[in-house]
């Protein structure tokens, strides 16, 4: 069955420091792939997306990820993380023909400490 | 203008008795979706129309109703909450339901059933 995991609930980074959130998906085809975020008291907003083609993608406010076919995987990065980005990030799989079914994962919850 | 409205924000209901919670969007969106959110799990997709044309998953398709009166509000209806209720429930749309279409989402209402 397709499935999206988030391995990190909870990830604590420093101000300015690099971010990874990690992703990895299981799906029998091509995957299209998205990020969102969750900002406090917000609905989920859309920060990537990936369709087959370049497997790095760039998103919103300095992020991107980085698509692997071989570890079924899509993590998250960004290069120097900011207060703001205090949020919960969902990892998700767009999957079968139609591609109305979006298979999201449990959401890592980013904290930035000073 | 890309806002999904979601009204209540918060609702409070008494076990057995109906809920009925509303979404609007003004991006002339075919495609409108609920999905049920508890805390550290995924969004789960309950249903969603396309134009016309209600889709509800299999696992909760006895739970859930749904009615789409115009192409800008979608209603999400529960004939008899139960304490299993208690969720976030996040309204999305989206252009159409192609595999790499952004889903737009609500800030969600936060039902607790007492």
């Known amino acids: 069955a397709q499935s999206v995991t988030q391995p990190d609930a909870r990830v604590t980074v420093s101000e300015g420091a690099s971010l990874q959130l990690r992703c990895k998906y299981s799906?029998?085809?091509?995957?299209?792939l998205f990020w969102y975020v969750q900002y406090p008291r917000q609905g989920l907003q859309l920060l990537l997306k990936y369709y087959p083609g370049d497997p790095v993608v760039q998103g919103v406010n300095g992020f991107e990820a980085e698509f692997s076919k071989s570890n079924s995987s899509f993590h998250l990065r960004k290069a120097s993380v900011h207060w703001s980005d205090w949020a919960v990030y969902f990892c998700a799989v767009s999957m079968g023909t139609g591609g109305y079914k979006v298979v999201f994962g449990s959401g890592t919850r980013l904290l930035v400490s000073p | 203008d890309t806002t999904v409205k979601q009204n209540p924000r918060y609702k409070l209901a008494r076990v057995g008795k109906p809920v009925n919670l509303i979404c609007s969007q003004t991006?002339?969106?075919?495609?409108m979706y609920w999905y049920q959110k508890k805390p550290n799990q995924a969004p789960k997709l309950l249903l969603f129309?396309?134009?016309?044309?209600?889709?509800r998953e299999a696992d909760t398709f006895e739970k859930f109703q749904s009615s789409r009166p115009n192409n800008s509000f979608c209603s999400l209806y529960i004939g008899s909450a139960g304490l299993e209720y208690s969720a976030m429930y996040l309204c999305a749309s989206s252009r159409g339901t192609v595999n790499q279409d952004t889903q737009y989402f609500g800030p969600g209402t936060r039902l607790l059933v007492l």
């Open positions: 991006m002339n969106h075919d495609t």
């Open positions: 799906y029998f085809g091509t995957p299209y």
């Open positions: 129309y396309y134009d016309k044309i209600l889709n």
